[in-house]
Structure formats: structure tokens, C-alpha cells
């Protein structure tokens, strides 16, 4: 009880501490050291399980989102045109929870400064300084894509250090090397996955976040390179090797391999042992109530929607888009559109036939039709919808798991970087992107690839093994979160800047649930065709990285300059 008790006070200071957005009068975090605490690796633990509450999850419980993570892109459709996408933020004044928020960067850093002073096995206490040193690069990684250049604090300060305070940015490409050190550490610190029992940061989850920064720099300095938000001098070639290693010390450690079937990766409550899964988040609504449950399962589809460029990134099922294949394909109707399509889009996508209730009884109720109302485009998900309904509540369940970190990541980050760098080999290809392409059934992949006349236009001239790796992610990681920082990375702003959106084709059955519904000139559902009447209006002089708030620049000089284009 006494633990308890700890970590309660710890979480309402930690809390206190976040609610204060001026930095220079928060309370000292070392005033809540009580004298019994820092004694034992269960006080390690306790405190640093506050940082696990920051990891993503699923709207309900704080801290999460609903089914579609990449709504708000051109890959996923909201009911509103909320996005970054489209360029209407302005300067804020003051700072938030969202904005230039450097409290989990404080906690972490009084939580490394304070590890030491444990007592216990040497594996435990490293585990859980591995665990700090993971979670400060996860933090400043956060920052890091919404700000670019960074004040690098490496410990924790109390508020008369004014040289900390008011300390200046360091360039971007400084701030990832910081991140990376640290995930360095983290690697030589942290326990394998199969020597964890709960689902607790590991030394693969460093291993993929180090090779996922590295890619980010990497390919943000070489599609960023001579504009304003680039480094001089650099097309991120050292961090694209970085990334490459980093993927391939995973691939090479033979702890974790795919799961034999995509699908079933997302529709799942417990991951504990899925070969394929390096850190998730478990959720139990029955046994311990609504604010560890979640609302991934609750009223489909949720007003979210894939969008038809979305739809329309799947190859044939012989490995050629369906503008170059001799099968038939058709994508004006949902009973028809999976027909000869890579199986991942029947593992993501739903259509007439598909299973939505499983009853306690066993009998089945199946999907007729889309509810255009909520699902704007008519593209319903498919992933994370666990049918099954659960007997305890005879209901659907609240407890679906959430997949932050996979081992297919690694795949796809390993033949990017790779193709990047312009070193990728056809072996490379086989331990990567044909791992996946296998399981799902497809062809392999060749270093003589496909050429599709509908390749899309990124703004930049690609080999066609980018283009296709590109493909591989995006198919991939459908609707995972991938997507706004991925546009970001490849200045990727050609395409969307003055488009919107489309759903569905018009067609019978969705003209029956809904009358009157706007379309393009090919008859395909435009509902943004009045909110979005002139497209995204991302500004690519601007709009690649937030405004620092004003309030900040005030409080420290030192910050500016703003960032471009602000």
C-alpha cells in the first residue's frame, strides 16, 4: 500500500507540474522525493510507468485516438477537415499539453538523474535506466518533427538554473544525434522482449525507434535539402546508413518474426506472445473499469473513412497495378473491389459479406452497406474490429489491443534506407519487403520493378524501387499513424496542395443509404467539395514545422529565430 501511495503522489505532482504551462514557476520535481523513495527497483518502476501512460492508445481512456490514426491525410476522411494538412494554424500565443510542452522531458530527466541511487540487481536497475534513456529520445522525437532545431537539455534543473532556461535551439541534426546516443544507451541497457513479462519498453522497441528517427532525418534532410528547413550541407546519407544498421541489428537478432496472418494482427486483446508484436498496450475495461477500457470497438464507423487514393495503392494479386494487369479489377462497386487485389485490402477494408457480430450464440450478422453519415467516404475499416463479441458483457469488447511497435516496421525502414542510399540488393529485398509480400501472398518484389503510369507524383524524380518500397509502406501500414509523418519526411506536399479527398464511387447501394450526395466529375463521393473547395492549403514555405507560441519567444529570447515562414 505504501508503494501505492508513492506513486499516487508522484502522478499528482506529475500532474500539478503539467497543468503549468509557465516553466519558470513550475515546482521543483525533486521536492517530491520522500526519504523511504529512489531505495528499491519497484520505486524505479512505479515512477517510471508514468511515462508509459504518454506511449499512443485508443481514445476513451486520455492519450489516444479512435480506429483511424491517419485521418486527416490523403489516406484517411473525417467527418470535419481538421488537419495539418490544410494549413490554417496560426502562430499560437500561449503554450499547451500539445505545443512546445517540455514536461515529459523534465520528469524523464529527473527520472535518469535519480536512477542510481536504487539498490537491487544490476539487470533490473539497467532495465529501467534503459527504459529513461528510451522514453527521453521518444519525447524529444514528438518535438523534434513539430519544431526541428531544439534547446538539448541532458539532465534535470530546478528553476534558478538560468543558463538551462534560457538555453538556445541547437540545430536539428544535433538533436538527433543527441536522440540517437541516448537510444544507443538504451540498446546496451535494456532486456530482450522475452526476458519481459509485462509489455514494458525492450531492447528491440530502442533498436526500431533508433532506426525510425534515423530514417525520419535521413530522408527529411534529403527531400528537405536547399529550402529552409533542410541542413546545409547534408542529404542525410549518415543517418539513412544509421537507420539501415539499426533495422538490420533487429532483423539480425532473429528475436522476432512475423505474424503468420495480417490480418489478425490488429483485431486481438492480448499480444503477450505474438512473435511479430515489440510493444503494445493492454487495455481491461471488465476488470478494472472505464478508464482502462477503450472505445476502439464502439459505434463504427466512427465518422472516419479511407480515402480512394487509399484504396487505390493496392496492386493486383500478380504484383502489377491495375492499370498494367490482365485482371479484371473494379472499383465502382464495394461488392467487386477486392476481386484479384492484394489481400491486405480485404484484411482492411470492409464490403458487403463481411462479418460485424459474432453472437454469444455463435450466429453472425454481416455487413450490407456502408453508413455514409458517419463513414463520409464509404470506405469502412476493417482493421481493429474485433466481432467476437464478449461474453462478459455481451457486447463488443473494449479491451482491443494497441499495436505501438511491430517487427514489420523494421522490414520496411531496413529497404527504404537502403534504396535511399542507393545501395539496396535483391537479397535486401528478400529479407525485408518479400517477408511481407509472403505473407500476404503476393509476388516478390525485383530490383527490375513494376512501372505504373499512376506511380504518384511526390514532387521529386524517384527510381522506381523507392516508388515500390513507398507502395510496400503505405499498403503496409495502412491507417497505423504513419502517414503525416511520412508526408512530412519526403516533402511530399505535391501531393496534396490544392486537392482534396475522394470517397466511394457513386453507386447503387450507397445511393440507396444516402440521396443527394456530392461527387467529382467521375462520380466518385466528394464531401469536401464545399469546406475543401480549393484544396489543402498547406503553405510548403511554412507548414513543415509548427510555430513556436509567442508567450515562449518571450519568455526566452534565446529560442528565436521563429521557424520559417512564421
Keep these: 500500500m505504501k508503494k501505492i501511495f508513492y506513486f499516487l503522489t508522484i502522478c499528482s505532482v506529475l500532474s500539478l507540474v503539467s497543468c503549468d504551462d509557465d516553466l519558470l514557476e513550475r515546482t521543483p520535481l ?24 504518454k506511449l499512443p492508445g485508443w481514445s476513451g481512456v486520455g492519450f489516444g485516438s479512435a480506429q ?19 494549413g490554417t494554424q496560426g502562430i499560437p500565443t500561449s503554450n499547451t499539453n500539445s505545443l512546445w510542452s517540455w514536461d515529459e522531458v523534465r520528469q524523464v530527466n529527473y527520472f535518469v538523474s535519480n536512477v542510481s ?37 541532458e539532465e534535470y534543473f530546478d528553476n534558478l538554473n538560468t543558463d538551462a532556461l534560457y538555453r538556445a535551439r541547437s540545430p536539428r541534426n544535433e538533436v538527433a544525434d543527441f536522440m540517437l546516443a541516448d537510444l544507443d544507451k538504451a540498446i546496451s541497457l535494456l532486456k530482450p522482449k522475452s526476458e519481459l513479462v509485462a509489455p514494458r519498453v525492450n531492447k528491440e522497441a530502442a533498436q526500431l525507434l533508433k532506426a525510425t528517427i534515423a530514417l ?70 471488465v476488470g478494472l473499469g472505464n478508464s482502462f477500457g477503450n472505445d476502439a470497438q464502439l459505434s463504427w464507423p466512427n465518422n472516419f473513412s479511407y480515402s480512394l487514393d487509399a484504396i487505390r495503392s493496392y496492386l493486383c494479386i500478380d504484383g ?49 452497406e456502408p453508413t455514409v453519415g458517419e463513414s463520409v467516404g464509404a470506405y469502412e475499416s476493417q482493421k481493429y474490429r474485433i466481432t467476437t463479441l464478449d461474453a462478459s458483457t455481451n457486447d463488443y469488447s473494449r479491451n ?24 539496396i540488393t535483391q537479397g535486401d ?20 520493378p513494376i512501372t505504373d503510369p499512376n506511380w504518384p507524383d511526390y514532387g521529386h524524380t524517384l527510381t522506381p524501387i ?77 507548414d513543415y514545422l509548427l510555430a513556436i507560441p509567442s508567450e515562449e519567444l518571450v519568455l526566452n529570447p534565446n529560442l528565436e529565430p521563429q521557424n520559417p515562414g512564421w
Excluded at 536497475?125 to 538539448?152: C, H, M, S
Design 216 to 285: 525520419y532525418e535521413g530522408t527529411w534532410e534529403k527531400y528537405h535539402n536547399g529550402t529552409a528547413f533542410g541542413v546545409a550541407g547534408s542529404t542525410g546519407t549518415t543517418y539513412l546508413e544509421q537507420a539501415a544498421d539499426a533495422a538490420k541489428d533487429l532483423i539480425d537478432g532473429g528475436t522476432r518474426t512475423l505474424n503468420p496472418s495480417y490480418g489478425d494482427l490488429f483485431n486481438q486483446t492480448n499480444l503477450s506472445t505474438n512473435s511479430e508484436i515489440i510493444l503494445w498496450k493492454e487495455y481491461d475495461f
Design 466 to 542: 523507392i516508388q515500390e518500397i513507398r507502395r510496400e509502406r503505405v499498403v503496409e501500414l495502412m491507417n497505423e499513424g504513419f502517414r503525416l509523418d511520412d508526408l512530412m519526411r519526403w516533402r511530399a506536399h505535391n501531393l496534396f496542395v490544392g486537392k482534396r479527398p475522394k470517397g466511394a464511387y457513386y453507386e447503387t447501394l450507397i445511393y440507396n443509404v444516402a440521396q443527394n450526395l456530392a461527387v467529382d466529375a467521375n462520380d466518385y463521393l466528394d464531401p469536401y467539395s464545399v469546406d475543401l473547395a480549393s484544396g489543402y492549403g498547406f503553405d510548403p514555405d511554412r
Design 117 to 153: 541511487k536504487a539498490e537491487g540487481l544490476e539487470a533490473d536497475i539497467n532495465q529501467f535506466t534503459g527504459e529513461g534513456y528510451f522514453f527521453r529520445a521518444y519525447f524529444y522525437y514528438d518535438l523534434l518533427k513539430k519544431y526541428g532545431d531544439l534547446p538539448i537539455y
Design 30 to 53: 525533486d521536492e517530491i522525493s520522500e526519504p523511504e523513495f529512489w531505495k528499491t527497483t519497484s520505486d524505479l518502476e512505479l515512477y517510471a510507468n508514468s511515462f508509459y501512460n
Design 320 to 368: 502489377l497495378p491495375t492499370s498494367e494487369s490482365a485482371l479484371p479489377t473494379d472499383d465502382t462497386m464495394l461488392a467487386n473491389i477486392e476481386t484479384n487485389r492484394d489481400p491486405r485490402l480485404a484484411e482492411t477494408l470492409m464490403v458487403p459479406g463481411d462479418v460485424t457480430v459474432v453472437n454469444i450464440d455463435g450466429s453472425m450478422t454481416y455487413w450490407t
Design 400 to 423: 482491443t489491443a494497441k499495436i505501438i511497435m511491430r517487427y514489420g516496421e523494421a522490414l520496411l525502414i531496413y529497404a527504404e534506407a537502403k534504396a535511399e542510399l542507393g545501395t
Design 68 to 86: 483511424m490514426p491517419d485521418v486527416g491525410t490523403d489516406l484517411g476522411m473525417g467527418t470535419g477537415i481538421s488537419s495539418r494538412l490544410h
Design 429 to 448: 529485398l528478400d529479407i525485408s519487403i518479400n517477408k511481407l509480400r509472403d505473407r500476404a501472398g503476393m509476388p516478390d518484389l525485383t530490383l527490375n
